[in-house]
Nanobody, 122 residues
Framework: QVQPVESGGGLVQSGGSLRLACGAS????????MGWFRQAPGKEREFVAA????????YYEDSVKGRFTISRDNAKNTVFLQMNSLKPEDTAVYYC???????????????WGQGTQVTVSS
């Protein structure tokens, strides 16, 4: 098992940057595909990015391609989401999640963090 814990959210102006981190307890972190999802008020949770166990395969939702970068450090049990050129529509609670299979849909993920708020002002 892993228990993700997100950090790094906050308030930023449009065009700014934030870096989210997700630390996961447990000795089997490298066995898991890690994903980032987000949920805005009144909307369903949506996929943002995912990274394979070794980091060799990466997936992005179309609206964040070229702006967001997902990476992982298995030695530190941590996955990151670098968010650049942020837009007001990126405002949401961002969740980190772990899955034993590579997936871009929330229902395939077994372990979830509590979420961190990202607010982008216009």
């Amino acid at each position: 098992q892993v228990q993700p814990v997100e950090s790094g959210g906050g308030l930023v102006q449009s065009g700014g940057s934030l870096r989210l981190a997700c630390g996961a307890s447990g000795r089997t972190f490298s066995n898991y595909c890690m994903g980032w999802f987000r949920q805005a008020p009144g909307k369903e949770r949506e996929f943002v990015a995912a990274i394979s166990r070794s980091g060799g395969r990466i997936y992005y939702e179309d609206s964040v391609k070229g702006r967001f970068t997902i990476s992982r450090d298995n030695a530190k049990n941590t996955v990151f989401l670098q968010m650049n050129s942020l837009k007001p529509e990126d405002t949401a609670v961002y969740y980190c999640a772990a899955s034993l299979i590579e997936a871009v849909v929330a229902r395939k993920y077994d372990y979830w963090g509590q979420g961190t708020q990202v607010t982008v002002s216009s």
